[in-house]
Every structure is written in C-alpha cells, then in structure tokens.
C-alpha cells in the first residue's frame, strides 16, 4: 500500500492542508485536501472516499470535487462512511441549499457521486482490501479505520480523543505496519482537547501504552496550524524514534 499525504492538519493555512490520505492513487481517507492538492487527472482516478466523521475539515473536497467530474468518469465517485456520518452528508451538505444534490446529477442514472453507509465494526471489501470502521471518541459520531491488504495492514484513528475499542482492534489485526494517529493541541491545551474530542502528546502517549506495537512505525496527524511549532518541540523532546508527525507530501510504502 502507497499513502501519500495530501492533508494532515487539523486546520487551513498557506502550508497547512485538512486531512486527507491518498491510497495507491485511487481510495482517499477523508476529504480535506483533494481539490487544492491534485490535478484534475489524478482527482478523475479517485473511485472511493472513506470518510471518519462529518466535521467540516473532513469532508470539504466531497462537494468541491464533484464538480470537476461532471461529465469525465464514467462512474460515480463512491464516499463511504458509518449511517451518521453519510446521515450528516445527506441532509446538511447535498441539500440543494449548501450544495447541489449531485447524486442525481448529470442524470438521476449517471451520478457523479454516490453515497455508501457502511456498517462499523464489520469489514467491507473495496479496492481488494478488508477495511472495517471502528467507534472513536468525539463530539460527532467518529470512526477510525484499519486497512488490510495482502502483506500489511494500517490503521487510521480518525478524530478522537482517549479511546479503547479501535487499539483491541488494531492488537487483534496482524501485519500491522503503521498507524496513523491523531495529535491535535499541545499538552499545554489538554483541556482544549479534552473537550472537543482530541489528542496532545501527553495523551497521545497514554494511548500509545494500549497499542501492542509489534514494530509499527506511528504516524501523528491533525495539528492544529496555530500551534504546530510547540507540538512539534513536545514531540521531538520525548525521543521516540517510531513516532513521525506527517508533512505534505509525504509518501509511505507498506
Ligand atoms: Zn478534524
Ligand atoms: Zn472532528
């Protein structure tokens, strides 16, 4: 599996992109940097988009998107996510008041874009991997997702603060190469995290303490622009040679 970071933060700035993780070219992980990253031709590749939750920084590019694939594929973009996620999606974004529903554009038979809720905690096979959503801790309904293909699996956490049943599922899964974990404030504003759902470095290592690492190599992502240069300090302070805090552009190999 090829993940190429497209956006990695918890916020927009000039150099700092929402989350969104491009695998083998063709499945995205949220949606946040898709339309300000890629070219059209390489956008027009994207068959599935798997979204953790509904907050805005996630999934932004959905709509931005699917005007750029009217009448260039021909099949829909498939965005899956759990039922209050797509829920979410329905209602409040391709409403035809915040966005056109192009899930019956150009025509009712030819969309766009078509929507996939997904059952969590069950795995569905898509693009050849078993990729199963697992209940996180947020403000929202939040799922992380571990992948598996052949020879490796990752595992995303989504947005979350402490939370226990997706490092169960994670220590169950074998061949695990990398999990991709959220760091949004530093510890300085664990109160702040506390409450909206997410992780500082303190607590990501209190989380680190449930995973049975096996050798996975720890990717940090979602920081939030305004304080990345204090997180980044904590981080490099604590010396660990397995933690890595993504950047744009990034490309990992498992
Ligand atoms: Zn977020
Ligand atoms: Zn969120």
């Known amino acids: ?21 491009l695998l083998d070219e063709t499945l995205c992980i949220d949606a946040g940097a898709i339309t300000s990253t890629l070219e059209l031709d390489e956008i027009l590749r994207i068959d599935d988009i798997f979204l953790t ?4 920084d996630h999934v932004k590019d959905v709509p931005l998107m699917t005007d750029l694939l009217v009448g260039k594929r021909h099949k829909p973009v498939v965005v899956h996510g759990a039922p209050e996620t797509m829920e979410a999606m329905d209602k409040d974004v391709f ?33 050849g991997h078993k990729i199963r959503a697992i209940p996180v801790r947020h403000p929202v309904h939040s ?13 995303f956490s989504g947005d979350t603060g402490p939370t226990d049943e997706l490092w ?26 506390d409450v909206s759902g997410h992780l500082t470095p303190r607590t ?12 996975a190599r720890i990717y940090l992502y979602h920081l939030k622009p305004s304080t990345v240069s204090e997180v980044k300090a904590e981080i490099a302070a604590l010396e660990r040679d397995y933690l890595q805090i993504c950047e744009l552009e990034d490309v990992y190999t498992f």
């Open 1 to 21: 599996m090829k993940v190429r970071v497209l956006g990695c933060h918890g916020g927009e700035l000039p150099g700092h992109k929402t989350t969104c993780f």
């Open 53 to 56: 939750h509904s907050h805005f």
């Open 95 to 127: 409403n035809n008041r915040v966005w056109p529903d192009f899930r019956v554009i150009p025509t009712k038979e030819d969309p766009v874009v078509a929507f996939d809720a997904i059952p969590v905690r069950k795995p569905v096979i898509c693009q």
């Open 143 to 155: 799922v992380g997702y571990i992948i598996e293909s052949d020879r490796s699996a990752i595992a």
């Open 168 to 193: 169960r599922e994670i220590n169950a899964t074998p061949n695990v190469k990398a999990v991709f974990v959220e760091l949004s404030f530093p510890s300085s504003q664990q109160w702040l995290a």
């Open 204 to 215: 990501v290592m209190s989380e680190l303490d449930k995973l049975d690492r096996r050798g």
